[in-house]
């Protein structure tokens, strides 16, 4: 298959405002990039804010990887409140006196969070039960056994501000860590409630947001820009022809020494295609490259 002339493709890392969905900021993209071909690398909530990173064309076939690249987060945990969305935006279902909270305690109290933790998706999350979103069910008033899930979580730290109440918070994590789970599961350990504000996504991978753009001036980056995070394999121009055909290579042939995925580029650096293990040889997982 060729690609179609003109057809856009490459990354774009945007800084999502406040008010709209992940959905929405695919949505606006489209009509920018003159596409339907456009997806995103991991769900914000509407009311957080941060990096997005988008695959336009073909380049969406590497949004699979992105995804699972490491979070980073700032935030707000208000103290003694509890919601019916674990953050600002639900209706408060329960009150705590927490007034004789130290910044110690707090401090003491999110070690347990480090490493690999288990966390229930809460309720307004986008996960599917029995093919319904988590949200879908909230929004009838129901509720569902969430199966527990394994994440990790690498730096937790809180720091108090002129608020008692309210603590700046900064986490780093695995894909798939809910933060507003943190915060009131946080609460609960504290001996009370808490709920989350202010979300803020400041990283992806090495994606940081000092170099995500507005959506005003959202540019489409190379798609190579999209496989910064992995290991880069240099080809010559017959393994680059074997390759556009999507060629099954033995381990050895490529010289491989991370683990994948590997980023297989051109001598010019174009991405040519990603390839991953399988069993003693590696295979194309995506070709961006035309024969």
């Known amino acids: 298959m060729t690609k179609a002339a003109n057809e856009p493709i490459g990354i774009s890392v945007v800084d999502k405002p406040a008010g709209l969905t992940s959905h929405d900021v695919v949505s606006k993209a489209r009509k920018i990039f003159e596409t339907r071909k456009?997806?995103?690398?991991?769900?914000?909530?509407?009311?957080?804010?941060?990096?997005?990173?988008l695959g336009i064309g073909r380049a969406t076939r590497l949004l699979q990887f992105l995804t699972l690249l490491p979070k980073s987060y700032k935030g707000e945990i208000v103290f003694g409140e509890h919601t019916s969305t674990l953050d600002?935006?639900?209706?408060?279902?329960?009150?705590?006196?927490?007034?004789?909270?130290?910044?110690?305690?707090?401090?003491?109290?999110?070690?347990?969070?480090?490493?690999?933790?288990?966390?229930?998706?809460?309720?307004?999350?986008?996960?599917?039960?029995?093919?319904?979103?988590?949200?879908?069910?909230?929004?009838e008033g129901n509720e569902v056994d969430r199966p527990a899930r394994s994440v990790r979580v690498d730096r937790f730290e809180v720091n108090p501000t002129d608020n008692p109440k309210v603590y700046e918070a900064f986490v780093d994590c695995s894909s798939g860590t809910y933060i507003r789970s943190l915060a009131a599961d946080l609460g609960s350990v504290l001996g009370g409630g808490a709920h989350l504000k202010n979300l803020r996504r400041t990283g992806v991978g090495s994606f940081r947001?000092?170099?995500?753009?507005?959506?005003?001036?959202?540019?489409l980056q190379k798609p190579i820009a999209g496989m910064r995070d992995f290991e880069l394999v240099k080809v010559d121009e017959e393994t680059r022809k074997e390759v556009s055909y999507g060629r099954v290579f033995e381990r050895g042939r490529l010289e491989v020494k991370k683990e994948g995925p590997w980023a297989l580029v051109d001598c010019s650096g174009e991405l040519l295609a990603v390839y991953k293990e399988h069993g003693d040889s590696i295979k194309p997982v995506v070709v961006i490259v035309d024969p």
């Open 38 to 53: 456009v997806g995103h690398s991991g769900t914000l909530d509407p009311d957080a804010t941060g990096v997005l990173i």
């Open 209 to 219: 947001e000092d170099e995500a753009l507005p959506l005003e001036e959202m540019v």
């Open 88 to 139: 600002s935006t639900g209706e408060i279902i329960a009150t705590y006196d927490m007034s004789g909270l130290t910044p110690s305690d707090v401090r003491e109290a999110t070690k347990s969070f480090l490493g690999e933790i288990e966390q229930i998706p809460p309720m307004v999350s986008a996960v599917r039960i029995k093919g319904k979103r988590l949200y879908e069910i909230a929004r």
